[in-house]
């Protein structure tokens, strides 16, 4: 096993990004902060990869902040521990904003622990396949702390108001089945699984329509904030952007000549 903490590995045009701290439940810090945003500021940059896959090595995805190093700051004055703190948490940021900001597909691939950070991380991503060991917890509350990470945007749009205000407040223990009936992961397959189910889901992805795929992204993500009249003027510039584009073309003639289109994500 290699000695990063960030592995990002290409297999046509799906990457995989791995969480590689196994041992600490792949548990976040400075470094793995910085390898993620390095890794999915890249990707999002890097036009012949058209999908990305996040996944923990081991046997959990992430079980948020490594709270070994937390306990260490204690020693700190309280000021200090908030100015660090607060830096450490804006750390996190460049890479949420890449995972919702590049124009491809990003799905969560989930087994074991998904708390703290690994369950904002999780709600960031645009889907999520879970094996059935897996299991979530916001957990912020339980160390004393309220969510970060991106948590409390997604959540009260995956599943309302007050069922996220009773994730981030009680941060009980849930099951894959639930975060399946609550929106939160797209499928539920068995552990054994899980990375034939995710590869499937990734290429299927990687070979289709990119730019709809982005646009579509793109959309749904400014949907919230725009009134009704806003939203049709941004879908009718987006329809028309994707006209103009050579899958459009492809997608068209494939259905007249009725066989299976081949997108090149141009």
């Known amino acids: 096993m290699s000695d990063e903490v960030v592995l990002v590995a290409r297999k046509g045009a799906v990457a995989t990004v791995t969480l590689n701290r196994p041992a600490a439940l792949n548990a976040l810090d400075g470094a793995m902060i910085a390898g993620m945003e390095a890794a999915f500021t890249t990707l999002e940059a890097d036009t012949a990869v058209r999908a990305v896959v996040v996944r923990g090595a081991g046997e959990h995805f992430m079980a948020?902040?490594?709270l070994k190093a937390f306990?260490?700051?204690?020693a700190l004055a309280p000021g200090e521990r908030r100015r660090r703190f607060e830096l450490f948490v804006h750390k996190i940021h460049p890479t949420v904003l890449a995972i919702r900001r590049m124009p491809k597909p990003v799905?969560?691939?989930v087994r074991g622990a998904a708390a703290g950070f690994g369950m904002s991380l999780l709600t960031a991503c645009d889907l999520a396949v879970a094996a059935e060991d897996a299991y979530f917890t916001l957990a912020?509350?339980?160390?004393?702390t309220s969510p970060d990470g991106s948590s409390t945007y997604h959540l009260p749009r995956l599943v309302g108001m007050k069922k996220a205000m009773e994730l981030a407040l009680l941060a009980e223990r849930f099951d894959a089945a639930t975060a399946l009936a609550l929106g939160l992961v797209n499928r539920v397959v068995p552990t054994a699984a899980l990375e034939t189910a995710t590869t499937a889901l990734a290429e299927r992805l990687a070979a289709g329509p990119t730019r709809a795929y982005g646009n579509t992204k793109r959309l749904l993500g400014q949907a919230h904030a725009n009134s009704l009249p806003e939203q049709l003027q941004l879908e009718a510039e987006s329809f028309a952007d994707c006209a103009a584009s050579a899958d459009f073309a492809e997608g068209v003639r494939a259905f007249v000549e009725k066989r299976k289109p081949h997108f090149t994500g141009e």
Do not use: Q, V
């Open 64 to 66: 948020g902040g490594d």
């Open 71 to 74: 306990h260490r700051d204690l």
């Open 140 to 144: 912020y509350a339980l160390i004393g």
């Open 107 to 109: 799905i969560a691939s």
